[in-house]
Every structure is written in C-alpha cells, then in structure tokens.
C-alpha cells in the first residue's frame, strides 16, 4: 500500500543539528510537506518540496528525494522551543482528498 | 491573522449519540477537511469539502458524514457515536491540489463512553 515511514522518537542536544528522515512507498505524488506540532497544539506547515532537492527556511530546511524515495526534515541550531512532533506529509494526486501523513516523529532537546 | 476555529476543544458522548463537531475558517478557503489524530496512526483524512455542498471521502469515512452548507463551515457528524471514535478530531483549510499549507484549528478531544 501506500504509506510513510518516520522514526517515531529522536533525541538532540540544544545547539545541534538534527535530521528527521521519511520514507515513502508511492510513485506519481505531487510533492512532500512537513508540519511541527508542539504538545496540545495544531498542526503547522513548515516546508513543501515539490521538485528534488533542497528548501531552505531559516534554520529549518527540507529535502526530497524522488529517485531514492526518501525525504527529510533538517533541524540546525537547535533550540528547547522545538521539541515538538514533526510530520511528513505527501500529495498523492490532483485532490487534496489524496494527501496522507506519517505517524510523526517525537523530537525531544536536551539541553 | 488566519484562523480556524472548532466549536470544542473537549467533548464527552456517550455510545449512540448524534455528535456534531464544527469547524469555521475566516480565509476564504475552498477547501476544508477533517481529520482525526491517533497516537502512532498520526492524522487520517475522514473528508475533504472542495466547495460549498462538495465533498469527497478521505481514507476513513466509515461512521462519519459531513455537511458544507456555507463556505467558512465545514461539520463533522457522527450519527451514532461509538467507543472506537475516542480520537482527536482536527479541522483544517487551504491546501490546493499542490500541497499547499494548511492551516489547522486547535482540535476537538472527543470521548466516546
């Protein structure tokens, strides 16, 4: 079937960088986004890769790679405020009813 | 300042109830859907609204129905709750066909007992 694949737990120490990663198992899907989502809180888009290659937004930057169906978020200079959950998200088709997300990865920063 | 808001954040039912959960976006958005959260499944899409009184089912829309009679309005219904829809239940708007962001409302805990 259709899935993605995240770790569900990673730990990093404040300062560091840190790399979430998400595989997929899909062919012909528009593009890949990442949501953080701190506890009791929503959901919030951080990044969308339609092309390969690498997007970069301040300290977060987000990379796909369709010919290795693979993914990932990267975290640098890490701060306590970004422990948080962290979902990929994939496109599958010309709906939004096509979108499907991982299960998430549990980041936690130690300080 | 873009916002969804739900009717809810904690709700408690019991077996058989009629449950409505509302959600309403001030975006002007076409698009709106529902989704629930559950520990290790993350989120599932239930429906999807791409107008007002559109709708298309997501991957889970056993039990559930919808209604869009407006177009900042999207509900969620659960004609006759049961113990297995105990969930989080996450409205969101935006998010075109090309994997736009959403934008996602605080949520609704939902208890079924």
């Known amino acids: 079937g259709q899935s993605l694949e995240q770790p569900s737990e990673v730990t990093a120490v404040e300062g560091a960088i840190v790399q979430i990663n998400c595989t997929y198992q899909?062919?012909?899907?528009?593009?890949l986004s990442w949501y953080q989502q701190h506890d009791g809180g929503a959901p919030t888009f951080l990044s969308y890769?339609?092309?390969?290659g690498l997007e970069e937004t301040g300290r977060f930057s987000s990379f796909l790679s369709r010919s290795d169906s693979y993914g990932y978020l990267l975290l640098q200079e890490l701060q306590m405020k970004d422990s948080a959950s962290y979902f990929c998200?994939?496109?599958?088709?010309?709906?939004?009813?096509?979108?499907?997300f991982g299960s998430g990865t549990r980041l936690s920063i130690r300080p | 300042d873009v916002k969804v808001t739900q009717s809810s954040r904690y709700l408690v039912k019991r077996t058989g109830e009629k449950v409505f959960l509302e959600c309403v976006q001030d975006?002007?958005?076409?698009?709106m859907f529902w989704y629930r959260q559950d520990p290790g499944l993350g989120l599932r899409l239930i429906y999807f609204?791409?107008?007002?009184?559109?709708?298309e089912k997501g991957d889970i829309p056993e039990g559930y129905s919808v209604s869009r009679e407006k177009k900042e309005r999207f509900s969620l219904i659960l004609e006759s709750a049961s113990t297995n829809q105990t969930s989080m239940y996450l409205c969101?708007?935006?998010?075109?066909?090309?994997?736009?962001?959403?934008?996602f409302g605080p949520g609704t805990r939902l208890t079924v007992t």
């Open positions: 998200a994939l496109n599958r088709g010309s709906s939004a009813s096509k979108i499907i």
């Open positions: 899909t062919s012909g899907f528009y593009g």
């Open positions: 890769n339609a092309l390969d």
């Open positions: 969101a708007s935006g998010g075109l066909a090309g994997g736009e962001e959403q934008y």
């Open positions: 975006m002007d958005h076409e698009n």
């Open positions: 609204s791409y107008d007002v009184k559109m709708k």
